[in-house]
């Protein structure tokens, strides 16, 4: 079973850039699809990116797309979460994600703890 832990969140200004990591413990990275999520206070969780197992396909929501990058080293055990032009409306819970199966947006198994992302006007 796979550990995920969150970092890189913080406070930026309304145009700034942040990188959020997510390293994984327990197992093989290159085994896991892994995904970005997001939850805002009284909103519920959304989807954010994701990539699939060997880094050669991803997929974005459309309110990032153009603006987020994800990526990944299996060989680190790394997976980022580059994000540029960042909004106000991007402030949330910021969530890594992994499973095994399945394709890039269906449901995760395996959830981190969170970093916060706070972007001021």
């Known amino acids: 079973q796979v550990q995920l832990v969150e970092s890189g969140g913080g406070l930026v200004q309304a145009g700034g850039s942040l990188r959020l990591s997510c390293v994984a413990s327990?197992?093989?990275?290159?085994?896991?699809?892994m995904g970005w999520f997001r939850q805002a206070p009284g909103k519920a969780r959304e989807f954010v990116a994701a990539?699939?197992?060997?880094?050669?396909?991803?997929d974005y929501a459309d309110s990032v797309n153009g603006r987020f990058t994800i990526s990944r080293d299996n060989a680190k055990k790394t997976v980022y979460l580059q994000m540029n032009s960042l909004k106000p409306e991007d402030t949330a819970v910021y969530y890594c994600?992994?499973?095994?199966?399945?394709?890039?947006?269906?449901?995760?198994?395996?959830w981190g703890q969170g970093t916060q992302v706070t972007v001021s006007s």
């Open positions: 994600a992994a499973d095994s199966i399945g394709r890039l947006r269906d449901s995760y198994a395996y």
């Open positions: 327990g197992g093989t990275l290159s085994m896991y699809r």
């Open positions: 990539i699939d197992r060997n880094g050669g396909r991803t």
